[in-house]
Nanobody
Framework: QVQLVESGGGLVQAGGSLRLSCVASGRMFDSYNMGWFRQSPGKEREFVAAISYDGGRTEYADSLNRRFTVTISLRHAENIIYLQMYSLMPEDTAVYYC??????????????????WGQGTQVTVSS
């Protein structure tokens, strides 16, 4: 079992920045690839970014235009996965979720490929 706890969401003006954090802990937490997803009301959950368990590989949604950066801090008892978001726009408003995938071969973009999910953190971008 892997536990994921997100934080860092909030209200920000358009053009601003925000950094989300996800603390991953539990059994074999350091062998899971990690992903960030987001979901806004009435829409499906969509892929944002993913990072390999060792931080060596990353993937991003093409629509982000390189405004977001995902990194991982490797620690003994837990890992912290960050999502740094720049040049935020109102359409970035959503609940952002952290997820863990036990398959370390590929960086998956489909939500159903992930095994564990955090509770989500709300990001609201005002115009």
């Amino acid at each position: 079992q892997v536990q994921l706890v997100e934080s860092g969401g909030g209200l920000v003006q358009a053009g601003g920045s925000l950094r989300l954090s996800c603390v991953a802990s539990g059994r074999m937490f350091d062998s899971y690839n990690m992903g960030w997803f987001r979901q806004s009301p009435g829409k499906e959950r969509e892929f944002v970014a993913a990072i390999s368990y060792d931080g060596g590989r990353t993937e991003y949604a093409d629509s982000l235009n390189r405004r977001f950066t995902v990194t991982i801090s490797l620690r003994h008892a837990e890992n912290i996965i960050y999502l740094q978001m720049y040049s935020l726009m109102p359409e970035d408003t959503a609940v952002y979720y952290c997820a863990a995938d036990r398959n370390a071969w590929y960086l998956e973009r489909e939500p159903n490929e992930y095994d564990y999910w955090g509770q989500g953190t709300q990001v609201t971008v005002s115009s």
